[in-house]
């Protein structure tokens, strides 16, 4: 079943006034992973891209920099940061993965950071986001997922983390298990040459990390509160922990999978 609310409405709006910064943090600590794989993966320069839910820009402007015989399309639900980026083989759309249609066979890669996790449709999305690759062209997914959580040594820290999974669960339809089963959702869809990686910044001294949680716990803290009023002490509890800078735990990682489709002749 549709949740009955969805990402960058009233949850994870943004219009909270710290939302921005939130967005630059998550890609202060994440970058740098999603650029060594897309690296690694041989990204040419004459590829057509699309980026996915681009949020801030940050990964589609690099992008537009490595393709400089190619292209880059960057679409989201609100591309408010994304128009005065301004590099001129950079496209911005707005647009709605879910409800909106994606061109087949149009693209060399297909790069989507933090949103099919979100969206209760994945699987249909995911088909969307297969078909639009041409053949031999290369899917890179990355999620947000919680299962480092439960070994946390701060028990408040622990809980609010618990408690950020739960509450994005019961209002957006988030799955923050799911990325656990990464690359068997890409091999169900036909995907080939699959795998995937984990990476899990640590969360502490006013780091990337620690900034971003902190934005998201702040902003997600009235939400929490209506979905589990018990939370309260530890939301709190964690929010004062992250402005320690002695402070140091493990939060959400992040899984990336990737595949390619297959070329008439596989």
């Not at 699309?50 to 801030?56: F, W």
């Not at 249909?124 to 031999?136: H, N």
Request: aromatic content about 6%; proline content about 8%; glycine content about 8%.
């Amino acid at each position: 079943m549709t949740a009955p609310e969805r990402y960058g409405e009233s949850v994870l709006s943004p219009e909270w006034h710290g939302e921005r910064e939130r967005l630059v943090a998550m890609a202060e600590v994440a970058d740098g992973t999603t650029i060594r794989i897309l690296q690694d993966l041989g990204l040419g320069p004459d590829w057509d891209c699309l980026e996915v839910g681009a949020g801030a820009g940050t990964i589609a402007a690099w992008l537009a920099g490595q393709v400089p015989d190619g292209s880059v399309l960057a679409t989201d639900i609100d591309t408010r940061w994304l128009h005065a980026i301004g590099v001129p083989n950079l496209h911005v759309t707005e647009h709605d993965i879910v409800l909106d249609p994606l061109p087949e066979s149009a693209f060399d890669l297909v790069h989507a950071r933090f949103v099919l996790e979100h969206l209760p449709e994945r699987d249909a999305v995911l088909t969307k986001l297969c078909r639009s690759l041409r053949p031999g062209g290369l899917l890179v997914i990355e999620s947000i997922a919680s299962f480092p959580i439960a070994s946390g040594g701060t028990p408040a820290f622990r809980d609010a983390m618990h408690a950020i999974e739960s509450t994005l669960a019961a209002t957006i339809g988030t799955d923050a298990r799911w990325p656990r089963t990464f690359p068997t959702p890409l091999l169900a869809h036909g995907l080939t040459a699959v795998s995937a990686s984990v990476h899990v910044p640590a969360t502490g001294g006013r780091n990337a990390s620690a900034r971003c949680w902190s934005h998201t716990l702040a902003q997600l803290r009235p939400r929490i509160l209506e979905h589990m009023p018990g939370a309260r002490p530890a939301v709190d509890e964690a929010l004062r922990l992250l402005d320690r800078p002695e402070f140091f735990e493990l939060a959400f990682a992040t899984a990336v999978c990737w595949g390619r489709r297959p070329t008439s002749h596989s």
